[in-house]
């Protein structure tokens, strides 16, 4: 399995705080059968002429010297859209692993105009945006998804929003079932969140050529720079209400 979405990179944002804690993370990682991971520290659009700060830069150096060799480590950023973005992203400085693929977020209120008309900008820049987490964004519908993708963009959900409850765990979910979602991540803060716990659920959910597609095929092309595949969705469960009415309809 890969992930391209964790904080990981010691010490730079409100992800993991040391060195210490992200191999152990890592060596977690590596026992539940993730192979690459990215890592995406937050920067804003506003940095991204500059490139890495200097201490992104020391993080990395200090973490790939310690790394375990079971899990590649690659470089990207988690890019907050909070202004118009600079031409120079068009270098691919901050993109994974210098692909065409920018991870983009945005506010949790953000309209879903504002979405869609932020990710044209950022493909006419000649990149690929990948969505984090879009059923975060109350904006987020089946609709919107679609225009999004629709538009070029790339969908990426969190692996642990599966099984949330309520509103959040919804829109994933609803994002999965109809073939919307593109990778899952972790998005990782030096905590427990991995992407083998999406197995389970889609396990349960008939949905293993949609792991095999999320979770390691669609990545794999991300890393390297190539097309995702598209993603089917996920078998209709059939309702004891759909049985009943067969069952009735055969009586006559």
């Excluded at 120079?88 to 692993?97: C, G, K, L, N, S």
């Excluded at 105009?113 to 964004?137: C, D, F, S, T």
């Excluded at 389970?200 to 979770?215: I, K, R, V």
């Amino acid at each position: 399995m890969i992930d391209l979405h964790s904080h990981v990179l010691p010490g730079v944002d409100d992800g993991s705080r040391s060195v210490e804690q992200s191999v152990r993370v890592l060596r977690t990682f590596a026992m539940k059968g993730i192979t690459d991971v990215a890592c995406t520290p937050h920067l804003l659009s506003s940095q991204l002429a500059a490139g890495f700060p200097p201490a992104y830069d020391a993080a990395w150096a200090a973490l790939t010297a310690v790394a375990p060799p079971e899990v590649r480590l690659h470089r990207g950023a988690e890019v907050m859209l909070d202004r118009p973005v600079p031409a120079a992203a068009a270098e691919r400085v901050v993109t994974i692993r210098n692909s065409r693929y920018l991870l983009v977020e945005f506010p949790r209120m953000v309209p879903a105009e504002i979405v869609g008309r932020a990710l044209y900008e950022v493909i006419q820049l000649g990149l690929v945006p990948i969505l984090a987490h879009p059923e975060r964004y109350t904006s987020c519908t089946v609709p919107s998804v679609r225009a999004w993708r629709e538009l070029g963009a790339v969908m990426q959900v969190d692996a642990t929003t599966l099984t949330l409850p309520r509103s959040r765990g919804d829109r994933a979910r609803d994002i999965v079932r109809h073939g919307l979602a593109d990778i899952l991540a972790a998005d990782n803060h030096g905590d427990e969140r991995n992407v083998a716990t999406a197995l389970e659920w889609l396990g349960e959910h008939e949905g293993a050529e949609q792991a095999l597609l999320l979770l390691d095929a669609n990545p794999r092309a991300i890393l390297d720079d190539q097309a995702t595949y598209e993603v089917d969705p996920l078998p209709v469960r059939d309702s004891l209400w759909r049985k009943m009415q067969r069952m009735f309809a055969s009586d006559e």
